[in-house]
């Protein structure tokens, strides 16, 4: 099924600039400039993917293909990278495009609260402002979907769904307990063998390397995963993941409470990120919620090896809602 949808379905790339910093997008469909798209085939609605930590986008092209897919192409699917984690190629070009021009300069932009506002600021400068949104959320991506939805009530997001979702607890996680002392004290020592190691090591060495680990790994990927291996990305990378173990403690009731009819919640059965523990207190915290537990021991990097399930499972979630923007009437844009 991946190779068919790899064939099948064409994703965009391009590199703008957003909030001063090179971001990668990725777009699956044909709609490539929904803010200047003025035709009748203009799609209702805009679904975003925004990522784990670090923040790759090639490694979710084969989630979004197959959702594409399942909505039988309908809707753009997008995927954007955060920010710092994305270096513009020799060989491509960065899109000019205008910021927003009510935006604040970003003083920690690469931090987790810079991250809010960098996917904020993409919202409000590359989205058509009455456009219908479902965003998804992936590890980290999670929090950031919640605090979208925090700080930009107004953006007409009709669903976020949280797959296996960091929004708590995340230095007391099993993984955590592990990567904070690596991430928050350690990670000099990671700034500064990546920059001897890497820096000097000539384009084609550095692919080698990645074809060889991706093939042992039986990952695939229409574009290039070279970022993996640029210091600027993986010391950023390693920024980001020191916040969150500083920063992502208490799980925010009152947004998630606010925002609860919006909200589905995919917690996994053998994630070190967030245990079976988190979702147990979540779904006592608000039993009404949309809050689910797999089934199918999918792991928290679904994005390596189960990508069909999870497109499978957000295609079903979303099917009613799809249904309804579909039979709106052509002028409603409320």
């Known amino acids: 099924m991946d190779s068919e949808i ?51 986008p090639a490694f979710y092209v084969t989630f979004a293909k197959a959702l594409y897919s399942l909505i039988n192409r309908r809707f753009p699917v997008w995927i954007i990278s955060h920010a710092g984690h994305a270096l513009v190629p020799k060989d491509k070009k960065i899109l000019t495009t205008s910021d927003d ?39 980290i991506g999670c929090y950031v979907a919640l605090q979208i939805l925090k700080h930009a009530p107004e953006l007409p997001i009709i669903r976020s769904f949280l797959l296996f979702p960091t929004i708590e607890r995340m230095s007391e996680s099993p993984n955590g307990r592990i990567a904070t002392p690596l991430l928050c004290w350690l990670r000099y020592i990671l700034y500064v063998s990546s920059y001897l190691l890497l820096k000097p090591c000539p384009e084609k060495i550095k692919s080698w390397l990645l074809s060889v680990a991706l093939q042992k790994m039986n990952v695939q990927s229409d ?36 925002h609860l009819s919006k909200l589905t919640f995919y917690y996994g059965t053998i994630d070190p990120w967030c245990p ?17 537990l797999c089934e199918k021991k999918i792991p928290h990097a679904f994005t390596l090896h189960y990508n069909q399930e999870m497109a499978d499972l957000v295609a079903e979630w979303l099917k009613d809602d799809l249904s309804q923007i579909e039979t709106e009437p052509e002028g409603n844009k409320d």
Not at 21 to 36: I, S
Not at 42 to 54: A, C, E, H, S, Y
Not at 227 to 237: G, K, S
């Open 276 to 292: 079976k523990e988190y979702y147990e207190d979540i779904k006592k915290d608000f039993p009404e919620g949309d809050i689910r």
């Open 101 to 139: 021009p009510n935006a604040q300069e970003i003083k920690d932009i690469y931090g987790l609260h810079g991250q809010v506002e960098h996917k904020l600021t993409f919202l409000r400068t590359h989205v058509p402002k009455e456009m219908k949104l479902v965003v998804i959320g992936h590890s």
């Open 6 to 56: 790899k064939e099948e379905i064409p994703m965009h790339e391009e590199f703008i600039l957003c909030c001063g910093v090179e971001t990668q997008v990725l777009k699956c469909g044909p709609w490539t400039d929904l803010l200047n798209d003025q035709s009748a085939n203009r799609p209702k609605l805009l679904i975003l993917i925004i990522t784990g930590n670090p923040g790759f």
């Open 223 to 258: 574009f290039s995963l070279l970022n993996l291996l640029e210091p600027f990305c993986l010391v950023n990378a390693a920024y980001l993941g020191s916040q969150e173990m500083m920063e992502v403690v208490k799980r925010d009731n009152e947004t998630i409470k606010e």
